[in-house]
């Protein structure tokens, strides 16, 4: 449940988990930037000194662009997650690679993430042979859900991480609760690990 279903995978060529040759993670959050969350995460990874990487929705860039420069000024990646965080199952594909290419003029890279992970087998193709790199996951934390307490979200992340793991958390105002509660206990625990936190390139 906390990985993608294995036909997706089959189906959808991505970046599901890094290279475990190094003993490095991958901190990863959706759907920002939000005022209520995004600079509350900062400030926690600031003060760890390590850097992350923020899916970010291009609505939410074109509202607070500040903030979006904020992320990227404090030496932070940065990759696409679609002008509305449309899912690609239940969306036109020509409409959903017109946003997808809208976010991107905005994010300045070709790092991008299906929101939901949801994308078809012809989206995916379009999306590669556009150039775009297709970032999924191997460890998804279940933060924005109201279901689990933050110690489950904090369990799930220590239950299925390993070397070379892309975690998924959320700087969205569903996960707040979840995420700036553990967040710090997170990257404790990773380090204490000895795993190297690193952006993605």
């Not at 906390?2 to 988990?17: F, S």
């Not at 995004?38 to 760890?48: A, C, G, K, N, V």
């Not at 590669?128 to 933050?150: A, F």
């Not at 609760?177 to 000895?194: A, E, M």
Request: glycine share 6%; aromatic share 8%; charged share 20%.
């Amino acid at each position: 449940m906390y990985q993608p279903n294995k036909i997706l995978k089959l189906l959808c060529p991505a970046v599901y988990q890094i290279s475990t040759a190094g003993h490095n993670v991958y901190l990863t959050f959706d759907d920002g930037p939000c005022p209520n969350s995004t600079p509350i995460i900062l400030d926690i990874l600031r003060q760890h000194n390590i850097k992350a990487t923020f899916f970010c929705v291009g609505d939410n860039i074109l509202k607070y662009p500040e903030l979006f420069a904020q992320i990227k000024s404090e030496g932070h990646q940065v990759g696409n997650h679609t002008m509305h965080h449309s899912k690609g199952f239940f969306t036109n594909t020509n409409d959903y690679i017109n946003e997808i290419d809208e976010c991107a003029a905005l994010i300045g890279n070709n790092l991008f993430r299906p929101p939901h992970g949801l994308i078809t087998p012809r989206q995916n193709g379009i999306l590669r042979n556009k150039g775009y790199k297709i970032i999924q996951w191997d460890v998804i934390s279940y933060d924005w859900d109201k279901k689990h307490s933050p110690n489950d979200v904090l369990q799930i992340i220590k239950s299925n991480t390993r070397s070379g793991s892309i975690i998924v958390m959320h700087d969205s105002i569903k996960a707040a609760p979840r995420t700036l509660k553990i967040l710090d206990s997170v990257i404790l625990w990773l380090k204490s690990q000895n795993y190297q936190l690193k952006p993605l390139d």
